[in-house]
């Protein structure tokens, strides 16, 4: 069996446009943990972004209780850490050589994600040749303005999962970021739903479709990529 290989979007976003002091980037445990169940599979992994070239880190995953043993790992690691100074742009992959795109999230996402007319393309591409789409916390902001073939958005009528306006809140964030992503969610016409506590495991699967709600979700979300592939 040829080893699947799987496509993990990352962001280039340093800071928040409503206060330029105020760094985000990368949750580095998003990426790990998923990076992490990939690799026990065997799959191939390649890191694109919207824009090519380094993928900042958010401080805030950088600190206890946040930096887990996984993403300490990571964070220790040069050769780790190059692959985040040299990510792939858009146009640079073919979609073709991927059976699953993977979101990761941070607040960052939020304002390169949904903008990225090649991370569209490469997902529709992938989706409609019956692969997987995931996204994890933030990382369902890249499927806010994916179009599939026939013109209707990829996320409408599909029970999806991310980063709750409550999370939001509770992060201390409500008044920075930029939107509140999981409206817009509705707005699109996906069936959103969150789990009853914040920052809880959870995951939902709807076809070839995965997501997580938060970081926590992270390792759960790859598996059920994984399941799927």
């Not at 401080?59 to 985040?84: E, I, T, V």
């Not at 599939?148 to 306006?165: E, K, M, Y």
């Not at 076809?207 to 399941?227: D, I």
Request: glycine share 10%; charged share 20%; net charge negative.
């Amino acid at each position: 069996m040829t080893s699947r290989r799987v496509l993990i979007a990352v962001t280039n976003v340093d800071h928040y446009d409503a206060d330029p002091t105020h760094p985000t980037g990368l949750w580095l445990s998003e990426l790990t943990h998923a990076f992490d169940v990939f690799a026990e599979r065997g799959f191939e992994q390649t890191l694109v972004s919207p824009a090519g070239g380094r993928s900042p880190l958010e401080p805030r995953s950088l600190a206890f209780p946040n930096l887990d043993g996984s993403a300490k790992s990571w964070y220790r690691d040069p050769m780790r850490m190059a692959l985040l100074e040299h990510t792939a742009a858009p146009e640079e992959v073919d979609s073709a050589d991927y059976d699953a795109i993977y979101f990761t999230g941070g607040h960052a996402v939020m304002f390169d994600f949904p903008g990225s007319e090649g991370l569209q393309r490469i997902t529709r591409d992938i989706f409609e040749r019956g692969g997987v789409v995931g996204a994890v916390c933030h990382g369902y902001c890249g499927l806010l303005n994916t179009r599939l073939s026939d013109g209707g958005h990829l996320v409408a009528g599909r029970s999806i999962t991310g980063f709750s306006w409550r999370e939001e809140v509770l992060a201390g964030v409500a008044k920075l970021v930029p939107y509140n992503v999981e409206e817009r969610m509705k707005d699109r016409g996906a069936r959103y739903s969150k789990a009853l506590l914040p920052f809880v495991s959870n995951t939902v699967v709807d076809g070839r479709l995965v997501t997580g709600q938060n970081p926590g979700s992270a390792k759960e979300t790859a598996a059920a990529v994984s399941a799927l592939l």
